[in-house]
């Protein structure tokens, strides 16, 4: 964990946020797998990671604002517990680690909360059922209930505060990242035809494993690209298809990696691959070249969207004036997702928060056009902001069909050329940026990416 002087700090300005009552922190819990023992590999909640820097199960903590409190509950090990996990530093010491002065037993919470019943309780939206569960009986209201009840305003304390990372933040962001590059650059020379998706997808995230926390997210290594979270790792590989690798790390203080790189399974890219795969390129290009303080995400995302409608206009997928195709949302059936989302903790950071809260601030509306819909990130960009650039372009069978067969943007799309596509995949390109005073930067060390670095890796791959 970070100095607990940190962890002071960060707490000092919580406090401030909010300015009253008492704040409740669930620490998340081992959580079982196929029976009671058998458990997921545990990760902490991010936000009690970055309040407490806390690691393990079985910790909650109160912030009692108006008494000045910070007050860790736990238990201690007991014989059996050593017997089976091995000695562990005590309730008491975890609490010196981050920096807070007082200790309770678990069972202490429940009183705490009692005796205090009539204050304003903040926590923050539960997702776990367990944390729930602790909840409603802790503060007498149904299950159902729990969720609605969260404190609107310790998210916006909590966002404000995560939302900007700092040096050593980035720093370990950094180490993500490059564990994370490792892990791209084994997967373009493992792959080849006649081995399998998980051949490659077991293989990297036991780079994860072996540098870092774990991975950040389900790895996405595919040759059906074109589902833009396909976890089956089943597939042989062909020559003449592409992958999409979408995988990361997190750093042993659990902050996110998230990357993307598309190559093909043979030594080059087809003519077909390489004109969408330049094109993904240059639509990524485009909107870094403009990230800097005051520009708004959703303008990003529209810039990216311009260069695709353009493009594919050049490669006779689309038509008509390509700035009318974007405002009317019809090159979001080649790019059907948002331009990417901020990352730090939880590599879509703090979505368990409410994503408007994290990525819209007051006033801006999410837009109910499909695809821009799913844009996480449209705020404007300010400095420490660290959030994915990772334009796509994708050719989904289902959607091509049931678009033309509502002659929906007709004006727009030559569905007559597209049918040559339908065999395509997908091309995803991913990257990690920091927003500085003056622009952005690439975090981490640079990942092979352009057409000749990925073939040239390509060429001894086999
Ligand atoms: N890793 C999933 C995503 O890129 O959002
Ligand atoms: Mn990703
Ligand atoms: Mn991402």
Do not use: C
Request: zero cysteines; proline letters at 4%; glycine letters at 8%.
């Amino acid at each position: 964990m970070f100095d607990a002087k940190i962890y002071i700090e960060r707490r000092k300005r919580l406090k401030e946020f909010v300015g009253s009552g008492i704040l409740l922190f669930p620490g998340n819990n081992d959580v079982p797998m196929n029976y009671p023992a058998n458990q997921y590999h545990f990760r902490q909640d991010s936000s009690f990671l970055y309040f407490f820097g806390i690691d393990e199960p079985g910790f909650n903590v109160i912030i009692d604002i108006d008494e000045d409190k910070t007050i860790l509950f736990g238990d201690d090990f007991e014989i059996d517990d050593i017997i089976w996990m091995g000695d562990q530093p005590t309730v008491r010491e975890r609490a010196e680690s981050a920096g807070i002065k007082d200790t309770a037993t678990s069972k202490e919470l429940n009183h705490y909360i009692k005796k205090n019943g009539k204050r304003k309780i903040h926590y923050l939206p539960p997702y776990r059922a367990d944390i729930i569960l602790m909840i409603s009986e802790l503060l007498e209201m149904s299950p159902e209930r729990v969720k609605e009840n969260a404190s609107i305003d310790l998210i916006k304390a909590v966002v404000s505060l995560r939302e900007k990372k700092s040096v050593e933040e980035i720093e370990e962001i950094e180490r993500a990242v490059n564990i994370t590059r490792e892990m791209h650059i084994t997967a373009m020379k493992m792959a080849k035809p006649g081995i399998y998706e998980r051949d490659i997808a077991g293989a990297i995230e036991g780079i994860a494993l072996s540098k870092g926390a774990n991975i950040s997210f389900p790895v996405i290594l595919t040759v059906h690209g074109e589902t833009l979270h396909n976890h089956y790792h089943g597939n042989k590989l062909e020559e003449g298809r592409l992958i999409i690798n979408d995988s990361g790390a997190e750093s042993l203080l659990h902050y996110a990696g998230d990357i993307t790189r598309t190559f093909p399974v043979g030594k080059k890219f087809t003519h077909r691959q390489k004109d969408i795969y330049t094109l993904v390129y240059n639509a990524q290009k485009a909107a870094i070249n403009s990230l800097k303080p005051g520009v708004s995400y959703k303008e990003v995302h529209l810039i990216a969207s311009r260069t695709f409608a353009e493009g594919l206009k050049d490669l006779g997928l689309m038509k008509g004036n390509p700035e009318d195709a974007v405002s009317e949302g019809a090159h979001a059936l080649f790019f059907p997702h948002g331009l990417g989302h901020m990352m730090g903790l939880d590599v879509h950071d703090m979505e368990n928060l409410g994503e408007d809260f994290v990525g819209y601030k007051e006033g801006l509306k999410r837009s109910s056009q499909f695809g821009l819909a799913y844009l996480r990130l449209a705020k404007e960009l300010e400095p420490g902001f660290v959030f994915t650039v990772e334009p796509g372009l994708y050719f989904i069978p289902k959607l091509i069909d049931l678009w033309k067969g509502e002659n929906k943007f007709i004006d727009f799309i030559n569905y007559e050329k597209l049918e040559e596509y339908k065999d395509f995949g997908g091309v995803r390109i991913e990257d990690d940026y920091l927003v500085t005073e003056t622009g952005a930067r690439l975090l981490g060390e640079p990942i092979p990416k352009t057409v000749e670095e990925i073939e040239d890796i390509r060429s001894s791959a086999y």
